[in-house]
């Protein structure tokens, strides 16, 4: 996956709570198993009007905060079903961060493993982070993972926690299945001393 270190961006505000990930990509993108292309369905019923027109007033739509790569949304961001879409989603519209006061357990962890990172900060915290967004868009946020710090439009800095092994993992770019290929010279040792002590379980027997 790819690596996550640091963002200097335009913040986009989602002043919204209990986001469901039925409202971040609706079930009907869900017939495809590829990262890509869910973007055009990310927060649909949101961002586009009954003709398919772009919605001016949400914060996706906005000039402002066009090109954005950190959303700032209320508590229980990613709740509902247990989707991986919905990272999906958000990740190929751009967004490689999202700030809330709290998460979904599952969509915060499908997050990590998708190379995206998730920011729980106090709720006051982040309320000020939406208003200042609010009142001056366009404004950046400053997310920096070696530090653990957010840096908001007015240069307050937010510190937070992130689980040391997702820390590493994010800043390698590991997903599972790269993290075993890292061993894979100490696997292939193992079956092959494996193989020569206990050569019976090896045998093919349907030949």
């Given at each position: 996956?790819?690596?996550?270190?640091?963002?200097d961006t335009?913040?986009?505000?989602l002043?919204?709570?209990?986001?469901?990930?039925?409202?971040?990509?609706?079930?009907?993108?869900?017939?495809?198993?590829?990262r890509t292309?869910?973007?055009?369905?990310l927060f649909?019923?949101?961002?586009?009007?009954a003709?398919?027109?772009?919605?001016?007033?949400?914060p996706?739509?906005?000039?402002?905060?066009?090109?954005?790569?950190?959303?700032?949304?209320g508590?229980?961001?990613?709740?509902g079903?247990?989707?991986?879409?919905?990272?999906?989603?958000?990740?190929?519209?751009?967004?490689?961060a999202?700030?809330a006061?709290?998460?979904?357990?599952?969509f915060?962890?499908?997050?990590?493993?998708?190379?995206?990172?998730p920011?729980?900060?106090?709720?006051?915290?982040v309320?000020s982070?939406?208003?200042?967004?609010?009142?001056?868009?366009?404004?950046?946020?400053a997310?920096?993972?070696?530090?653990?710090?957010?840096?908001?439009?007015g240069?307050?800095?937010?510190?937070?926690?992130?689980?040391?092994?997702a820390?590493?993992?994010?800043?390698e770019g590991l997903?599972?299945?790269a993290?075993?290929?890292t061993?894979?010279?100490e696997?292939?040792?193992?079956?092959?001393?494996?193989?020569?002590?206990?050569?019976?379980?090896?045998?093919?027997l349907?030949?």
């Amino acid at each position: 996956m790819e690596k996550f270190v640091s963002l200097d961006t335009v913040g986009v505000p989602l002043d919204r709570g209990n986001v469901d990930t039925d409202a971040i990509i609706p079930a009907r993108y869900l017939k495809t198993l590829k990262r890509t292309g869910l973007g055009v369905g990310l927060f649909f019923a949101w961002r586009y009007d009954a003709g398919g027109a772009e919605l001016p007033d949400f914060p996706l739509n906005r000039p402002s905060f066009r090109g954005g790569k950190v959303l700032v949304a209320g508590e229980n961001f990613g709740c509902g079903s247990s989707r991986e879409h919905a990272v999906w989603a958000l990740m190929d519209f751009g967004f490689r961060a999202v700030i809330a006061p709290s998460f979904s357990d599952i969509f915060h962890n499908n997050c990590l493993k998708n190379g995206m990172l998730p920011v729980t900060l106090p709720a006051a915290e982040v309320r000020s982070l939406i208003d200042a967004l609010l009142a001056a868009p366009g404004g950046k946020i400053a997310v920096d993972l070696p530090a653990q710090t957010v840096r908001g439009p007015g240069g307050d800095i937010h510190a937070f926690r992130v689980d040391p092994f997702a820390k590493k993992c994010l800043l390698e770019g590991l997903d599972e299945i790269a993290l075993t290929l890292t061993s894979a010279a100490e696997i292939d040792r193992y079956e092959r001393e494996r193989k020569k002590a206990t050569p019976w379980l090896f045998l093919d027997l349907a030949g």
